[in-house]
């Protein structure tokens, strides 16, 4: 006779497997293990303390929904037959297709740059909406200067409208606040914002930063009740931008955690993780990336800016013992940084130059080197960068020295002529998102000088 197991359904994340021997356990745990990217330069991996692998199946049964197609198999293999107890509160929608007249009647505002004309969505981003539409948990890879937060808007605004539920988006940091609740009031929605001063409660749509809605859940209770779970009340639609920062475990706690029983689940990126472990990890809290558009695509399109990638490789004397120790002298070392401090003097009377860099030490010495330069880094407060990042649409020749913390991702500065990346490491992801901060295309600008 088959042996019977219970696979539970928690929610629309979180799974366990009840009745399953050791050893078949053992073999699940063993399947969703993966490499953790830079473990083996850890102490406690060369030290032999740990094998530098996580898994995404714990040794109990417990383990993820959107793991099921590597799991299912080895517990039918190993003879039992599978019952299922669903606990998911029950939800069913069928979207409508939208098309480009989705915003029909509303222009935009006065001050935007298409200011008094329709809001009409490109051919593409429609075609992106309705991949969301028809998976309610997945996510897309969509270049950089594709539109993602009026895709976001589009997205909250279809919810709202087919459902009545509320939508809560969350970004990487402050910037891409202000910047995608713009675009929301532009559309008409009734949207607050959840982060550092400001704390808009129970308006129909959310924007908050990952690091806030933490904070809420370090919270706990308050007189009975669940600060997270109040906040999260009625929200039955959760948006990441820039999802590939989902392998972050705080993150990924969050999704798979207060926010695991929200059932339409949507992400989207203009990197999808290089690493199994990162792609895993997104998966396991969104869902499986079904789209891909491409820079490349939309430079065909004429939507993005034409790029040539110029390197300047200089030839430093020394030897290091260390990684770190040799990047800490190339990013703080004065010399050096005076060199490349006047490289970027010549490159900024061809336009505005945007300067990307690792370490508020290597920004200040540039400041100190540049002359009407501006540093940028997270201490400024969110105004000040927004008004210096809006002042490069008005002028020319303007430099700015900013961190990558806050610069090199999802921040929109269009008349950028010149993007200068000093050092920007090991990270793809980090590379390909601070390329992105160039190609976006202005009135004037079709093309962009990368250093």
């Not at 745990?29 to 060369?46: C, D, Q, T």
């Amino acid at each position: 006779m088959d042996k019977i197991c219970t696979l539970i359904i928690k929610d629309e994340c979180n799974i366990k497997f009840d009745g399953l021997d050791p050893v078949v356990r053992r073999e699940m745990v063993n399947a969703l293990k993966f490499e953790v990217p830079g473990a083996r330069y850890m102490p406690s991996v060369r030290m032999g303390r740990w094998d530098g692998k996580q898994s995404f199946c714990g040794v109990g049964g417990s383990s993820f929904i959107n793991a099921l197609p590597v799991l299912l198999p080895i517990v039918q293999e190993a003879g039992y037959q599978i019952e299922i107890e669903d606990q998911r509160s029950p939800f069913g929608v069928d979207f409508s297709e939208a098309d480009i007249t989705l915003f029909d009647g509303k222009v935009w505002p006065e001050g935007h740059e298409l200011e008094g004309q329709p809001i009409i969505l490109r051919d593409y981003q429609v075609e992106c909406i309705n991949h969301y539409l028809r998976d309610h948990q997945c996510v897309q890879e969509i270049s950089t200067g594709a539109g993602k937060t009026i895709l976001t808007a589009a997205l909250s605004y279809i919810v709202e409208k087919e459902t009545g539920g509320r939508t809560i988006v969350i970004v990487p940091n402050k910037d891409l606040v202000k910047q995608t609740e713009v675009d929301y009031l532009n559309v008409g929605l009734d949207v607050g914002i959840y982060y550092g001063d400001r704390k808009d409660i129970g308006l129909q749509h959310t924007i908050c930063t990952w690091q806030s809605l933490n904070n809420l859940n370090k919270m706990g209770d308050i007189d009975g009740l669940n600060v997270i779970d109040a906040f999260l009340d009625g929200i039955n639609c959760v948006i990441v931008d820039e999802a590939h920062l989902a392998k972050a475990d705080i993150l990924k706690n969050l999704l798979t955690g207060p926010l695991a029983h929200i059932p339409i689940r949507w992400g989207m990126t203009g990197t999808i993780p290089e690493h199994d472990f990162q792609e895993i990890a997104l998966l396991v809290s969104i869902g499986e990336t079904v789209n891909q558009l491409t820079a490349k695509e939309l430079q065909e399109l004429g939507h993005l800016a034409q790029c040539h990638v110029n390197i300047i490789q200089v030839q430093d004397k020394g030897g290091y013992k260390s990684y770190q120790e040799e990047l800490k002298h190339l990013v703080t070392n004065p010399a050096r940084m005076k060199y490349i401090a006047g490289a970027i003097t010549k490159l900024c009377e061809t336009g505005n130059t945007l300067v990307l860099v690792d370490r508020i030490k290597a920004g200040e010495l540039l400041d100190d080197f540049l002359e009407d330069a501006i540093f940028l880094s997270g201490s400024d407060k969110v105004e000040t960068r927004k008004k210096h990042y809006e002042e490069v649409a008005k002028t020319d020749n303007k430099i700015i020295v900013a961190t990558y913390g806050i610069a090199s991702t999802g921040i929109n500065i269009p008349r950028i002529f010149n993007l200068v990346i000093i050092e920007p490491g090991k990270s793809y992801v980090k590379v390909i998102q601070s390329i992105g901060r160039g190609i976006r295309k202005a009135k004037d600008k079709d093309f962009v000088e990368i250093w």
